[in-house]
């Protein structure tokens, strides 16, 4: 009994400090990062020199400033440049298999082992 | 002259495979042991493919423009380490040993199974002897590292600057290793589908071979994550980039191949899926290979590509699909299993099912670009946000199993106290909650991650103190799974305290962040053999603490070929590395300085190699028991 209360008190103040932490802000680092550097080969903005990424920077810095979220910087960015520019695929009909293929794998390789075993049992 | 030496040993090379095929096939017709002669040719194979390659590391040592792949890929002026490693540091060349591999590892293999059925180590013989004729003509036809260019130039292009690096030098044969040895386990699977060689021994003539190719793959993904993290100047280590995403694949056929290899040996069960994962492997290398040569994929990592190489490969990765599918199709048996739900065997099969899950995802991932674009005109990019959004959550899941898995018995398994998960589970949870009190919240994903690492992390260290007390101690498999739990959690926690900086910044100017300063106090320009640098002199300050670090990132401008990189400096210790990269800003005297701060980077890379120390145990014990 001891333990479970014990468990329980963890859990509880895990849970708590976690809704504490979660602030809403935007990090341009971040969104620098996921985004590709048109001019470059396969470096992100956040890691580029180019002029291009320099003026990409500025924009994500104007967009904070307007108050848009990390999403829409993202679908203004593709807007404008393309689908080539944003790391993270939107998840749309052409990108459908893209993004639920990997968990239809999975769920059907978990069901393929245990009906495999229960029929051996 | 040297190339005139490269292009008869390499056609020497054909005739010794053809001979080898020959003398095999008509040695599989009589009885009796294997012909000496196979052994002699077999052994004359890989010591004239050698000799091929060291002419052609003559070439470049004595800078030799005459061959076009020493004029593109060298300079007279280049250091001599430099001048060596560009050898295999091209395409041609890496072709080059990329067959001294495929040679040596079919004489050691034909060597060292002398105890298996005889038809099947010839057919093996000759399978390996089909694939390097492949290879030899990729060479001589498409990418010769002999061909002669004329008039002879006076001096060479130079080798890519950020290529010069030791690291760079010693990564590509620890790789080929890893992706070239997998062809072994490739002949010898389909020469056991023919043989019908599916005896549980048929386990013991490959396993070490998967381990050795396994161990370097490790290290090769190590070595070159390492070169990424000083020298790319980004301060990661791994961008899911497609290139390193092809290094990846094999690697996750390799680790679910040697796990299912246990239950084959241990079972006689799954024959078939190992058969299957023998032949994914090396399709996958050769893929990778493809994708990378080709120029079909648009990589930070792209050094040698070119379509017409493209084509080659995709016909000799086509044959290698179509036959091994014929093939299996042909041989396939349904199998007999008799398997309890809760038993070693099914956790083998949970691990295989999740390295399925990461190696389709990689996969798609990687290749998915390539059909947006041909289908719908529409160029996507996947990158780092999709990996780690599929990956991660499932990874938490994973190392809970990689815990439990190696403690369940064979056949019939009951978990006895079960109690002692949930001590280690709240103890890991503990943990983690400490790490957030004293240091700093992170995302819930975060959390978890943290805590099944830890779990994974403390139910081995107990494994350790019930294995001490009984003597038997399983040290390979404890030191592995202990180091991977160790590599997630490192990994974690450097994502969650990383620190990162980016300023404009004066010659002299300082800038404050949270409890560090950073001072741009000199800027200085020296001449190298063969670059210019401006070097600048940046103080770090921890103003909680007074201790500063002095950083010199450089600014390289190299004369041949002509282009500028970006050196990081890097102060690295135990606890945390600084990281520092400073670049010019076009009309104007402010620079641009990108600071870091990366925790605990040192344990990352250790991580990594405790992973492989552990596989190198585990292939010493066997090598004892034989």
């Known amino acids: 009994m001891k333990l479970n209360l014990l468990i329980f008190i963890y859990i509880f103040i895990f849970f708590s400090k976690f809704t504490f932490a979660a602030e809403n802000t935007v990090d341009p680092n971040q969104i620098h990062k996921n985004l590709r550097c048109l001019v470059c080969q396969g470096q992100s903005i956040s890691d580029s020199n180019s002029d291009f990424a320099q003026t990409i920077k500025l924009v994500v ?26 790391f993270k695929p939107q998840f749309n009909i052409q990108n459908s298999l893209l993004w639920i293929l990997p968990y239809i794998v999975l769920i059907f390789g978990g069901f393929f082992i245990f009906s495999f075993l229960k029929k051996r049992q | 002259m040297l190339s005139n030496l490269g292009n008869i040993l390499l056609f020497l090379n054909v005739i010794l495979s053809l001979g080898i095929i020959y003398a095999a096939n008509k040695n599989l017709k009589i009885s009796g042991g294997v012909d000496k002669n196979i052994f002699q040719l077999s052994l004359i194979q890989s010591t004239s493919i050698i000799i091929c390659f060291l002419v052609l590391i003559a070439a470049f040592i004595i800078s030799d423009f005459s061959l076009i792949t020493v004029y593109q890929n060298s300079h007279s ?211 990778g290979t493809f994708l990378v040569r080709s120029g079909i994929l648009n990589s930070v990592h792209t050094f040698a590509s070119d379509p017409s190489r493209g084509v080659y490969i995709l016909i000799f990765l086509s044959l290698m699909i179509f036959g091994s599918i014929f093939l299996l199709f042909q041989k396939y048996k ?90 280690i589970l709240t ?58 739990g160790f590599l997630v959690l490192f990994i974690g926690l450097n994502d969650i305290f990383s620190l990162e900086k980016d300023y404009n910044i004066k010659l002299g100017e300082t800038k404050k962040f949270e409890n560090y300063s950073i001072q741009l106090q000199n800027l200085d320009l020296k001449n190298y053999k063969n670059y210019q640098a401006v070097i600048g002199k940046l103080e770090i300050r921890n103003i909680n603490s007074n201790q500063t670090n002095i950083l010199n990132p450089e600014i390289r401008i190299y004369n041949k070929p002509k282009t500028l990189t970006y050196e990081a400096a890097i102060k690295t210790s135990l606890i945390k590395d600084y990281y520092l990269t400073m670049s010019n800003i076009d009309r104007s005297d402010y620079y641009n300085i990108k600071f870091q701060k990366k925790p605990l980077m040192a344990w990352i890379w250790i991580s990594v190699i405790m992973i492989v120390v552990g ?12």
């Open chain 2, 77 to 287: 002026l280049k250091p001599l380490f430099y001048k060596i490693a560009g050898t295999w540091g091209n395409h041609e060349g890496s072709l080059l040993l990329w067959s001294i591999i495929l040679s040596i590892f079919s004489f050691l293999f034909l060597v060292y199974n002398k105890n298996h059925p005889k038809k099947f180590r010839l057919l093996t013989l000759i399978i390996q002897n089909i694939l390097i004729l492949g290879f030899l003509f990729f060479i001589l036809f498409n990418s010769n590292p002999f061909s002669k260019i004329s008039p002879i130039p006076s001096e060479g292009l130079g080798l890519n600057p950020i290529l010069q690096d030791p690291a760079l030098a010693i990564h590509p044969p620890l790789l080929y290793v890893g992706f070239v040895g997998a062809s072994i386990y490739f002949s010898a699977a389909i020469a056991s589908l023919i043989t019908n060689y599916s005896e549980k021994s048929f386990s013991l003539s490959i396993k070490n071979w998967v381990l050795i190719s396994w161990c370097f793959q490790t290290l090769g993904i190590l070595v070159g994550s390492i070169w990424a993290y000083y020298e790319l100047g980004w301060g990661g280590f791994w961008f899911w980039d497609p290139v390193e995403n092809a290094s990846l694949l094999p690697w996750f056929a390799m680790t679910a191949l040697f796990h299912s290899l246990i239950v084959f040996e241990k079972r006689n069960l799954f024959y078939f899926w190992v058969i299957i994962l023998c032949l994914i492997t090396f399709t996958l290398s050769v893929t």
């Open chain 2, 615 to 626: 596989g190198f145990i585990r292939l010493f014990s066997n090598a004892k028991n034989n």
């Open chain 2, 334 to 423: 349904k199998e007999n299993y008799d398997l309890n739900r809760n038993s070693k065997e099914t956790f083998v099969l949970v691990n295989n099912w999740f390295m399925m899950f990461y190696l389709i995802t990689v996969l798609l991932g990687t290749i998915y670009p390539i059909f947006t674009d041909a289908l719908t005109d529409n160029k996507i990019s996947v990158g780092p946000p999709f990996y780690n959004a599929i990956i991660f959550p499932v990874v938490v899941v994973f190392l809970l199993f990689m815990a439990l898995g190696p403690k369940a018995k064979w056949i019939k398994n009951k978990f006895e106290n079960i109690r002692i998960y949930f001590f």
């Open chain 1, 61 to 86: 810095k104007d967009l904070i400033d307007e108050g848009k979220t990390e999403e829409e910087i993202y679908s203004f960015m593709s807007d404008k440049y393309g689908d080539w520019i944003v």
């Open chain 2, 427 to 484: 103890g890991a949870i503990g943990l983690n909650l400490a790490i957030i009190f004293f240091f700093k919240s992170y995302s819930l994903l975060s959390n978890f991650i943290i805590i099944s690492a830890l779990f994974l992390i403390i139910s081995s260290l107990m494994d350790v103190a019930k294995a001490l007390k009984k003597n038997k101690l399983d040290f390979a498999r404890i030191i592995s799974h202990m180091s991977f």
